[in-house]
């Protein structure tokens, strides 16, 4: 794989010119790239071509676009100025942990979806199948993007589905959900999710969930498929074909009021 070359790639269907998903709106702005919730409740900058004399106007630019709620700078390796997560921080933002930008050439990545005994892996057909990928991810992660159920619920009335769900249950118990969403017009889809309860972890699960997608993504002709991997699930991903392009971290803004608040309850 031309690694140069796909980072390339990515970053201009992906960020600069990505189009919007089935609940949301793309604005172009000041050499930045956002995608903001269609209902206005969330908001994320995904690209931007700064430099020192214009990135801390910009960035304060998108702190008042984004006034009154939760949003997020997701902030790559490669971006540029080298200072920007200074800068970041400076306006405010707080950094969650970083992961690793992983992809996949599905020519080159052949992963049978072999299930293990006693487990099934069902698509998401209907809003019950919604709640499911919701409680495990939940029950994984904590907490849920405010946008996953309304993506989920719109995609399943669309054809062909932007974002297709799959869940693996152990007789009655679900144990590990993704999602593979999809850009047309681009080379890629996108792995989220996946999570694992921790008792069926290490059972080859994760590694199923992973193979039900990406044969998924070979069936709607993507050469690409790429993954913001944990520290947890980025060796068993490389171990499975995927190589690593770059980092990214997730630099969140929130509305001041939250911030207090959050700051009294300590």
Not at 6 to 34: C, K, N
Not at 84 to 110: C, H, I, M, N, Y
Request: charge should be negative; include cysteine.
């Amino acid at each position: 794989m031309d690694v140069v070359a796909v980072l390339a790639a990515y970053d201009v269907q992906l960020r600069r010119d990505v189009s919007p998903g089935p609940t949301s709106v793309v604005e172009r702005q000041d050499g930045i790239t956002r995608e903001v919730g269609s209902d206005g409740t969330w908001g994320a900058v995904l690209w931007s071509d700064l430099d020192e004399d214009t990135a801390d106007a910009v960035i304060a630019g998108q702190a008042a676009r984004f006034a009154g709620i939760e949003w997020e700078w997701k902030l790559h390796g490669h971006d540029r100025p080298a200072d920007l997560p200074q800068r970041l921080r400076r306006a405010g933002l707080l950094p969650e942990p970083a992961e690793t930008l992983l992809v996949a050439d599905l020519r080159e990545v052949d992963l049978e979806p072999v299930t293990p005994d006693g487990v099934r892996v069902v698509p998401v057909d209907d809003e019950a199948g919604v709640a499911t990928v919701l409680e495990v991810h939940r029950a994984v992660f904590g907490s849920v993007h405010p946008d996953t159920r309304a993506t989920l619920l719109r995609a399943l009335e669309l054809t062909p589905r932007p974002v297709e769900a799959v869940v693996a249950w152990a007789g009655s118990e679900p144990v590990c959900a993704g999602r593979v969403e999809f850009r047309p017009g681009t080379d890629f889809a996108s792995l989220w999710g996946g999570g694992t309860l921790p008792g069926w972890r290490g059972r080859g699960v994760f590694r199923t969930v992973v193979a039900h997608r990406l044969a998924l993504a070979r069936a709607r002709g993507v050469r690409y498929v790429h993954v913001d991997a944990t520290d947890a699930s980025r060796p068993v991903l490389e171990r499975l074909g995927f190589v690593r392009l770059t980092t990214t971290t997730p630099w969140i803004g929130r509305p001041r009021a939250t911030i207090s608040d959050r700051a009294a309850e300590r």
